[in-house]
């Protein structure tokens, strides 16, 4: 998106919540740096955000595209099922209400 | 027991972490505690670590030479640890004044500084720093002179940049805590100069 | 291993060329020319580990330095101002 018109830099910044963090530390071992078993590259992560096409930028975050983006790879790579997926999101929505 | 007056919900996002989280657990590729530790290793990163090695080079003229050279290696000399960093460091002179941007995504020197603020991953500074570099330098309140180049590095592939300010007059004699006192991320970055206070 | 052809100081252009997949070089630097500044070194085609593919053989990579005024048109500034992105071999002739 180099050269593309755009408005004034919002100079935001924002504490990173936990679950953020986690994403950042899922990536960093996914890629086999500190210690993590080597399963996807920098490479798949970035075209996998492309993939989510121009206007992910604004309806999702920085580290909403990047869940979605290694989740995609996972599936792509057959790490994960979009089964396995689907049954594993629904168990932790459940988990979650009920402890309310 | 999570108290229902403060309760949210999961996002879907925040779902499909926990889900991919859990699931990656079950089938051995991660454990919690490799999560958690590798967590704690990325928040412990900061722009010090980056002071760190400019206030080196103000005062070691042998060290600076080193880390034009080879960014990585240097900073590995000064008992960093930066894995998988490809350091490439870019000196500001009289006249050259240089400023780092990812267009095609936000890449950033993430081993040595920790994470980028938010300003840097958006799409305005990323459009715009390749473009008019001036304009964008003058909404953080930096002024150049006319005189003075701008080059502005695009991390396109595997190199991550750094920025190595000039020592600012008026430090004469400081040590090298103090030095690095007054380098901030934002220096390093290219978007502000290091100011004696 | 592919071999490195160019060297520092020698001008080079960007192939204009936009193809689909994952792609590392710029578009605003497509068809434009610069100069070599260095060799980074040579690395794994990413257009090709995007792909789940090994990326080899590794291909040289290069720090291209570009004149604003020649990459924007209308660019105000100083005349020296320049713009250096990283470019695979492949991308240049």
């Known amino acids: 998106m180099g050269g593309l018109p755009a408005g004034k830099v919002e100079l935001t910044e924002h504490d990173y919540a936990e679950w953020e963090w986690r994403v950042d530390a899922l990536m960093v071992l996914l890629t086999g740096v500190k210690g993590g078993k080597r399963l996807m590259t920098v490479d798949e992560l970035r075209k996998n955000i492309e993939a989510l096409g121009p206007d992910a930028y604004d309806r999702m975050r920085y580290y909403e595209r990047w869940v979605t983006s290694i989740t995609q790879t996972m599936i792509q790579r057959g790490v994960i099922t979009t089964e396995e997926l689907g049954r594993k999101m629904a168990e932790i929505e459940q988990r979650d209400r009920s402890q309310v | 027991m999570k108290d229902s007056g403060n309760y949210q919900p999961y996002s879907y996002f925040q779902l499909m972490e926990v889900s991919l989280r859990e699931l990656l657990v079950e089938k051995g590729i991660v454990t919690e505690a490799q999560v958690a530790a590798t967590v704690e290793d990325m928040r412990a990163r900061s722009p010090e670590r980056g002071a760190k090695v400019v206030a080196r080079a103000w005062v070691d003229g042998s060290f600076k030479k080193k880390l034009l050279e080879n960014g990585t290696r240097a900073c590995e000399e000064l008992g960093l640890d930066v894995p998988a960093l490809r350091l490439v460091v870019v000196e500001n002179t009289a006249s050259v004044h240089n400023m780092i941007v990812c267009t095609l995504c936000s890449c950033y020197p993430r081993m040595l500084l920790g994470l980028p603020p938010d300003w840097y991953k958006s799409r305005n500074y990323r459009s715009r720093a390749v473009r008019e570099p001036r304009a964008v330098l003058a909404e953080f309140g930096l002024q150049l002179n006319q005189d003075t180049a701008i080059r502005v590095h695009d991390s396109t592939a595997d190199m991550r940049y750094l920025v190595l300010p000039m020592r600012p007059a008026g430090t004469e004699g400081w040590s090298e805590e103090r030095l690095a006192s007054i380098v901030t991320r934002d220096c390093m970055i290219g978007v502000a100069v290091p100011e004696p206070n | ?93």
């Open chain 3, 1 to 93: 291993m592919i071999e490195a052809r160019f060297k520092p100081g020698e001008p080079v252009r960007v192939r204009k060329a936009y193809p689909l997949g994952h792609i590392r070089t710029p578009f605003y630097v497509r068809g434009h020319g610069g100069v070599i500044e260095r060799l980074c070194g040579t690395f794994g085609n990413p257009e090709e580990l995007a792909q789940m593919r090994s990326g080899e053989p590794k291909q040289p990579l290069y720090r291209v330095r570009f004149l604003q005024s020649e990459v924007w048109p209308g660019y105000r500034g100083n005349p020296e101002d320049a713009l250096e992105v990283e470019i695979f071999q492949h991308w240049l002739e």
